[in-house]
T-cell receptor
Framework: GEDVEQSLFLSVREGDSSVINCTYT??????LYWYKQEPGAGLQLLTY???NMDMKQDQRLTVLLNKKDKHLSLRIADTQTGDSAIYFC?????????????WGLGTSLAVNP | EPEVTQTPSHQVTQMGQEVILRCVPI?????FYWYRQILGQKVEFLVS????????KSEIFDDQFSVERPDGSNFTLKIRSTKLEDSAMYFC????????????FGSGTQLSVL
């Protein structure tokens, strides 16, 4: 069945780059997403990539997609303490006449000063 | 930036009671969704809704669950007779179109069933 896996924890120093990795199983996924969840808050769409792309850059964020290995990564350059949050990887798959997201468990990013 | 709003942010109820979770999707969006996240588990798809009817639902979305768009702005999730295992964070989401890549989520309703 569909599954998305990601490591649970990542700790980095302020100013360093963070790389959060994700693997997925469904090769028919259309879009792949990164969402951010801060404590007590909802799911904030950070960035997304269409499945026929292999890279997308958006300011400090770089998404890399290796479709052959079904591997997605999110790189945050110059990580700040405000980046501390849980980062969710999700893939969009067709569900009937609509689509649904299959989610990873989330990676908790801790940024140390 | 427009956002999806959900009320209440927290809901405590007794087992067996009915609850209604409310959502106001982004105004020009046509596709609406409910997801939930049980503590420590993955976010799970519950249901999608388009053109005033359910497009797809998961096996979680049994007869105890229903959704409704009672007017032009609200989108509700009703749980008829809550169970302890319904305790979760419930997220509403909306998107402009089926192929639109941006799916926006509300900040969630934390439901606690006692």
């Amino acid at each position: 069945g569909e599954d998305v896996e990601q490591s649970l924890f990542l700790s980095v120093r302020e100013g360093d780059s963070s790389v959060i990795n994700c693997t997925y199983t469904d090769s028919s996924s259309t879009y792949l997403y990164w969402y951010k969840q801060e404590p007590g808050a909802g799911l904030q769409l950070l960035t997304y990539i269409f499945s026929n792309m292999d890279m997308k850059q958006d300011q400090r964020l770089t998404v890399l997609l290796n479709k052959k290995d079904k591997h997605l990564s999110l790189r945050i350059a110059d990580t700040q303490t405000g980046d501390s949050a849980i980062y969710f990887c999700a893939e969009s798959i067709h569900a009937g006449n609509n689509r649904k997201l299959i989610w990873g468990l989330g990676t908790s990013l801790a940024v140390n000063p | 930036e427009p956002e999806v709003t959900q009320t209440p942010s927290h809901q405590v109820t007794q087992m067996g009671q009915e609850v209604i979770l409310r959502c106001v999707p982004i105004s020009n969006h046509l596709y609406f969704y409910w997801y939930r996240q049980i503590l420590g588990q993955k976010v799970e798809f519950l249901v999608s809704f388009y053109n005033n009817e359910i497009s797809e639902k998961s096996e979680i979305f049994d007869d105890q669950f229903s959704v409704e768009r009672p007017d032009g702005s609200n989108f509700t999730l009703k749980i008829r007779s809550t169970k302890l295992e319904d305790s979760a964070m419930y997220f509403c989401a909306s998107s402009q179109g089926w192929t639109n890549e941006k799916l926006f989520f509300g900040s969630g309703t934390q439901l606690s069933v006692l």
